[in-house]
């Protein structure tokens, strides 16, 4: 019986040892190789792949969503503030929709943000009749089904050449610019309804930047969050984007 005893507790003290082994040896090889693991899941601007495709930044905090989730609650809140039926929102936090439709209060950023995905198979266009790309009148299609008539400006039959930075996207058709004047808190609100939902619908409609109050969105950073605008005359609301949201689509390249 003695002899027993002793050989379960000398075979209990081997397991304690191999189990410590294993963990200073588990320990060592994460310190080791953990950074190049950690890199090797990370996307090229240093952003980690299972970070949620979108984020509401909302008073109990951050909200993870799927960029399905992501526009379904843009969607509705641009629906509803229109007084239109909007879709069932039930499987989405009621914070997260109550941000979207509240904007961020004064002088806060954005509210939602997605992860780029900018799109390399696309062929180059040309402008059409309205003075639009087919990408691009496609996006205004798109606003207009989701958000009803709005003033838009930026184009033009046969394009427009003049009113923009150098290389602006407008002088290819390729930008719109949705205007809401005069700036107010409301008009502001207003302004990020539709730039959340630009930014979540991106994917879908080949958008490249969004540019509203300060803050630009790139399809190019697979970062979920927006910048800050650097405006050539910061005393400028419009070059500021103040009274505005623009939103250009994808260049493409050459077949």
């Not at 062929?123 to 996006?139: F, M, N, S, W, Y």
């Not at 394009?159 to 004047?181: C, K, L, M, P």
């Not at 969105?217 to 505005?244: C, F, K, T, V």
Request: with cysteine; charged share 20%.
């Amino acid at each position: 019986m003695n002899g027993n005893k002793t050989h379960r507790r000398q075979h209990g003290s081997r397991r304690l040892l191999l189990s410590i082994f294993l963990l200073v040896g588990l320990a060592t090889l994460l310190a080791v190789f953990g950074p190049a693991i950690l890199s090797g899941l990370r996307t090229g601007d240093g952003s980690l792949l299972w970070r949620p495709e979108c984020v509401v930044d909302t008073p109990e905090g951050e909200v993870g969503l799927s960029r399905d989730q992501a526009k379904l609650a843009t969607t509705a809140v641009a629906l509803q503030a229109r007084g239109v039926a909007a879709p069932d929102t039930s499987g989405i936090d009621s914070a997260v929709l109550q941000r979207l439709a509240d904007g961020p209060s004064g002088g806060a950023g954005p509210s939602l943000a997605c992860r780029g995905s900018a799109a390399r198979d696309l062929p180059v266009e040309d402008i059409g009749a309205t003075g639009l790309t087919p990408r691009a009148e496609q996006l205004r299609g798109a606003l207009t089904e989701a958000f009803g008539n709005q003033s838009l400006g930026g184009f033009a039959p046969g394009g427009v050449d003049q009113g923009h930075g150098a290389d602006s996207t407008h002088y290819d058709g390729r930008a719109i610019d949705v205007f809401f004047r005069p700036v107010t808190e409301e008009n502001r609100r207003q302004g990020w309804i539709l730039a959340h939902w630009l930014v979540a619908h991106a994917e879908d409609l080949d958008i490249q930047y969004v540019i509203f109050d300060d803050r630009f969105w790139s399809a190019h950073s697979s970062r979920a969050q927006w910048r800050d605008y650097d405006a050539p005359e910061p005393g400028n609301e419009i070059l500021r984007h103040l009274d505005h949201v623009h939103v250009d689509v994808l260049g493409g390249s050459p077949g």
